[in-house]
């Protein structure tokens, strides 16, 4: 037995040398009070585990990871108004309401960083009340005074206070009722007893009705000091963090992610970007607990380890794209990371201590909001990105990717250029889209294919792109004005959609036959569509005779609707309106124009009922070469916000009732 225990001890000394430097470093992590605690308390466990079991190298790896946590590491922003919109200027163009936002945000952070705290001094003494006076002017604090408590009251009632540093013992009213009375009045006012009559019982009393701190007389200087600023930091961190999480919404290739990188250069933070989507595991951003081998701590705090800071921009990507299954519900987790009043106290299943995600400041993406959790919904402020103009894009072209991909393809340095109108052939014949992505992704075979005559000329092949050497390279247009190009005909009408790639046009054609009384729909319809359909059948049923169609031609027929690209789910009520003229155009014989474009939710009194994504659909227009476009009246507002050259080329008819529209989009027989 004295052999076996000799070999042990020789074998085992690395183990109680690593717990040494365990302990060293967690002495010099500085660790909050409450993590502190947990971190000694561990290597208490350890120092009575076998180096030999599992349990042992969970609590090295836990403790070893519990250090590296940033718990009080973080960036100074940089709150220079100028700078950030220099910033925001030079790396995308247009977007303005979305810029205008940002530097909203950074002027509040700004405010709140450079305000000067408020102080009461509220004694009946005039040597202490003068003596604190100085001692917190000195410290930059502004500050006023009271000689009672029903004096520090009626002050209190006329202006806001930070801190309100009050006296035990008072005449008329002692720092106890004041405390009561300040605490209904101003709740968001800390209060911070002085007494010299200090003993535990009054301490306990004045925390428990709501005081912030007790200081006992003499008051030691340092701990006066220390213990102001404390409160005053932790209120403006509070104020500064409070801020709604921002949600940038929009088609994918408009500038959502590239805006985030651009907010986290401005203020000098540093930048993560977290996918969302597919995520069905709620571990993924919570952690596992630490009860087995390999249990892991979730993405949220993993990313913040590597950083090594508390306080970057965090854009959580895709966030409508989330899954749900046995696993739990990833977007109930965001729901605590996103509320500003949860995440001070966020809980890693992992870490096992509360973590405070305050500082950090989310940024959370979706292609289509409406699909999202209405409570996690309900915590972010939307921000909309509408799709670009041709004239946008080609300035986007000229300024941004046109340089961008010539540097990537070693083609900067040959005085390579892209005229105007070689950048709208592109955009025109080869793309259809609310975005930039196609168009980049057109423009950099472009340049691969002046890479290849490059070489083969020896690098002499000073070239201006023009439209004739944009189709030689891109071969045939990819795409077409359908709607201008195409032919009027009975039973088919032009509408606008808002889909998570932009707007889109889309044509509705109904037909009829014979049959008993059949509404045959087709073409991937969601159950509201579908509705939509019914609604505009039943409609022009009621109202036959009104537009001289024969009471009885359901009777003996079927009608059948079908919207192409039948393998495209499509879902929505703005195709109500279209669809009632696709009807009315088979019934009454008459040919519908194909250059007119219309949206609208139709109820069965023949009302039009607004609809959203007027931005889009008027850019889709624009693209399909439709002249016309034809809106619900309710939408004025939205027509009237939009820019000239938004609606340049095209006319906007506003309509409550269905029935000014008849001779609008079908022509006579």
């Excluded at 950030?84 to 509040?108: D, M, N, T, W």
């Excluded at 929505?572 to 009315?584: C, D, F």
Aim: proline letters at 4%; one cysteine or more; glycine letters at 6%.
């Amino acid at each position: 037995m004295g052999f076996f225990r000799k070999m042990t001890e020789e074998e085992h000394p690395k183990p109680a040398q690593e717990l040494v430097e365990l302990r060293a470093a967690v002495q010099k992590a500085q660790l909050p009070e409450a993590v502190a605690a947990i971190a000694a308390k561990e290597l208490e466990r350890l120092d009575k585990t076998d180096a030999s079991v599992a349990e042992y190298t969970i609590g090295i790896n836990y403790l070893d990871y519990l250090i590296s946590l940033p718990w009080n590491r973080f960036t100074e922003d940089n709150l220079d108004l100028k700078r950030a919109e220099r910033i925001l200027e030079s790396q995308h163009y247009g977007l303005p309401h979305v810029k205008e936002r940002i530097l909203e945000f950074l002027a509040v952070h700004t405010l709140c960083s450079v305000q000067t705290s408020q102080i009461l001094v509220v004694d009946d003494e005039e040597i202490a009340r003068t003596n604190l006076e100085y001692i917190l002017r000195k410290e930059g604090h502004q500050v006023t005074t009271a000689a009672n408590g029903l004096e520090a009251l009626e002050k209190v009632k006329a202006q806001e206070f930070d801190v309100v540093l009050t006296d035990l013992k008072m005449e008329k009213m002692d720092g106890i009722q004041l405390l009561e009375s300040v605490k209904q009045i101003a709740p968001h006012t800390e209060i911070v007893m002085v007494t010299g009559y200090a003993t535990v019982s009054s301490a306990v009393d004045a925390l428990k009705k709501g005081a912030a701190h007790y200081l006992s007389k003499p008051i030691k200087l340092d701990e006066l000091r220390a213990t102001v600023r404390e409160i005053i930091d932790k209120k403006r961190h509070m104020q500064m963090n409070r801020g709604p999480v921002l949600c940038f919404a929009g088609p994918p290739g408009t500038g959502k992610t590239s805006i985030g990188q651009a907010i986290a250069e401005a203020l000098e933070r540093k930048f993560v970007r977290l996918s969302l989507a597919g995520l069905r595991d709620e571990a993924e951003l919570r952690g596992h607990r630490r009860t087995y081998v390999g249990a892991m701590p979730g993405r949220i705090i993993n990313e913040l380890k590597r950083l090594e800071v508390k306080n970057p921009v965090f854009m959580l990507d895709e966030i409508d794209k989330i899954g749900q299954d046995f696993r739990g519900d990833p977007a109930s987790v965001l729901l605590e990371i996103l509320d500003p009043q949860q995440n001070p106290n966020f809980v890693d299943h992992y870490v096992d201590v509360p973590f405070d995600l305050s500082g950090v400041m989310f940024i959370t993406t979706a292609n289509v909001v409406e699909t999202l959790p209405a409570p996690l919904l309900d915590r972010l402020e939307v921000i909309y990105f509408p799709g670009y103009t041709e004239q946008e894009k080609i300035q986007i072209s000229q300024h941004f990717l046109v340089p961008r991909q010539l540097r990537e393809h070693a083609l900067a340095h040959l005085g390579i250029e892209f005229t105007d109108t070689a950048v709208a052939k592109v955009i025109g014949g080869y793309t259809r889209e609310a975005g930039l992505r196609n168009l980049e992704r057109e423009i950099a075979m472009v340049c691969r294919k002046l890479a290849r005559i490059c070489v083969q000329s020896k690098g002499t092949c000073a070239l201006s792109v023009d439209e004739e050497l944009v189709e030689k390279f891109l071969g045939p247009r990819k795409f077409t004005h359908e709607v201008a190009e195409v032919g009027n005909q009975v039973g088919v009408t032009t509408g606008l959609v808002w889909t998570e790639f932009g707007g889109e046009i889309i044509f509705v054609e109904a037909t009829r036959m014979r049959g008993h009384k059949q509404l045959i729909l087709t073409g991937s319809l969601g159950t509201v569509l579908q509705e939509s359909a019914q609604t505009a059948l039943s409609y022009i049923r009621s109202h036959a005779e009104a537009f001289g169609i024969d009471p009885d031609f359901f009777a003996e027929s079927d009608i059948h609707i079908h919207l192409p690209s039948g393998a495209i789910p499509k879902e929505g009520p703005s195709a109500g309106v279209t669809i009632a003229l696709a009807l009315l155009s088979l019934l009454t014989g008459r040919s519908a124009r194909r250059d007119v474009a219309l949206t609208g939710e139709l109820t069965l009194s023949g009302r039009i009922l607004p609809v959203s994504g007027i931005r889009e659909k008027v850019l889709a227009a624009q693209r399909a070469g439709v002249k016309v476009v034809v809106f619900p009246k309710k939408n004025q507002v939205d027509i009237v916000n939009l820019e000239d050259q938004v609606k340049a080329g095209l006319e906007i008819v506003l309509a409550d009732a269905i029935e000014p529209l008849v001779d609008l989009v079908l022509l006579p027989k």
